[in-house]
């Protein structure tokens, strides 16, 4: 059983920076594309970034291109979303998630965390 634990968001103000962080439990974590998508209420979940399981490659949603960077330390089976100045519509809950192939659609990941709600203030 692959679990995943998101921990890093709060409260931060518009232009702030913030890191997310998620633990993976699992021996075979560079088996595993990991992903970070986002929801806000009554929306879709969306694609924010994902990072191929050596961290060799990257992909990023456009509206975070330039300003978020994910990278993951397969030492310490973790997958970072490191957010440059933030904007007040990206309140959202952020999801960590891990599949077997670098994709922007969450039919491709199997595994998710719980969620860690980020909130900025304008």
């Known amino acids: 059983q692959v679990q995943l634990v998101e921990s890093g968001g709060g409260l931060v103000q518009t232009g702030d920076s913030l890191r997310l962080s998620c633990a993976v439990s699992?021996?075979?974590?560079?088996?595993?594309?990991m992903a970070w998508f986002r929801q806000q209420p009554g929306k879709e979940r969306e694609f924010v970034a994902a990072?191929?399981?050596?961290?060799?490659?990257?992909d990023y949603a456009n509206s975070v291109e330039g300003r978020f960077t994910i990278s993951r330390d397969n030492a310490k089976n973790t997958v970072y979303l490191h957010m440059n100045t933030l904007k007040s519509d990206e309140t959202a809950v952020y999801y960590c998630?891990?599949?077997?192939?670098?994709?922007?659609?969450?039919?491709?990941?199997?595994?998710w965390g719980q969620g860690t709600q980020v909130t900025v203030s304008s």
């Open positions: 990072v191929g399981g050596s961290g060799g490659t990257a």
């Open positions: 699992t021996r075979t974590f560079t088996h595993f594309a």
């Open positions: 998630a891990a599949g077997w192939v670098m994709a922007k659609t969450s039919p491709h990941y199997t595994y």
